[in-house]
C-alpha cells in the first residue's frame, strides 16, 4: 500500500545541489544544443529553440534563481516540460548542469520547505524530499517559472522571431 503514496519525480543538478519536478509534467530531456537569442528577454531566459516547429523558451535556472548564469558543459541539458495556462499546455525548456535519475519519493518522506538554508527563494520551492541522509528541493513550477509570464515570454519570442 504504501507504494501507492509515492511520488516520482526527475532530479537535477545545479551546481553543487539537487533539484526535482514532478515526472508527469516532463516531456523529455535534450541535449543543450544552439540557442536564439531573442532581445529584450529577462536574464533568465537563455533563448528560444525549435523543437518539432514550437518555438520553445529556455530558462537557465542558475539566472532564474539569481546565481551568475549557467556555463555549458558536457552535461548540460535541457528539461521540456509541460506548463498549463487558461487550460492550454504550454512547453517550456530548463537549462540544468545535469539530470541524475527519476526517483520514488514516500509522501511521509517530504516535508515543508525550510524558512531558511536555501539558495532559492522560499516560495519556488514546493517540499523537501528526504533521500537517504540528504534533502531534495522539490521545485513548485507554477511559482519558479510563472506561466502566465513565461507563455507572455513565449508569445513575445514568437512575434520576435516572425519580424
Known amino acids: 500500500m504504501q507504494q501507492e503514496h509515492n511520488a516520482q519525480y526527475l532530479t537535477f543538478h545545479l551546481a553543487a545541489e539537487v533539484f526535482a519536478i514532478d515526472i508527469r509534467s516532463v516531456r523529455e530531456i535534450i541535449q543543450y544544443g544552439a ?8 536574464s533568465f531566459v537563455r533563448g528560444v529553440i525549435n523543437l518539432r516547429g514550437s518555438v520553445v523558451p529556455v530558462i537557465d535556472l542558475h539566472a532564474r534563481f539569481g546565481r551568475p548564469a549557467a556555463k555549458v558543459g558536457k552535461k ?12 492550454e499546455r504550454v512547453e517550456l525548456g530548463l537549462m540544468v548542469d545535469a539530470v541524475s535519475e527519476v526517483v520514488d519519493i514516500a509522501a511521509d518522506a517530504i516535508e ?13 520551492i514546493r517540499a523537501m524530499g528526504k533521500r537517504g541522509d540528504r534533502f531534495v528541493i522539490i521545485l513548485e513550477p507554477d511559482r519558479a517559472f510563472d506561466v502566465d509570464e513565461m507563455a507572455n515570454l513565449c508569445e513575445a519570442s514568437q512575434e520576435a522571431l516572425a519580424a
Open 35 to 42: 540557442m536564439t537569442t531573442v532581445p529584450l528577454m529577462p
Open 112 to 124: 515543508p520547505p525550510p524558512n531558511f538554508g536555501t539558495s532559492v527563494r522560499r516560495d519556488f
Open 76 to 87: 548540460t541539458c535541457v528539461v521540456i516540460f509541460d506548463a498549463m495556462r487558461e487550460g
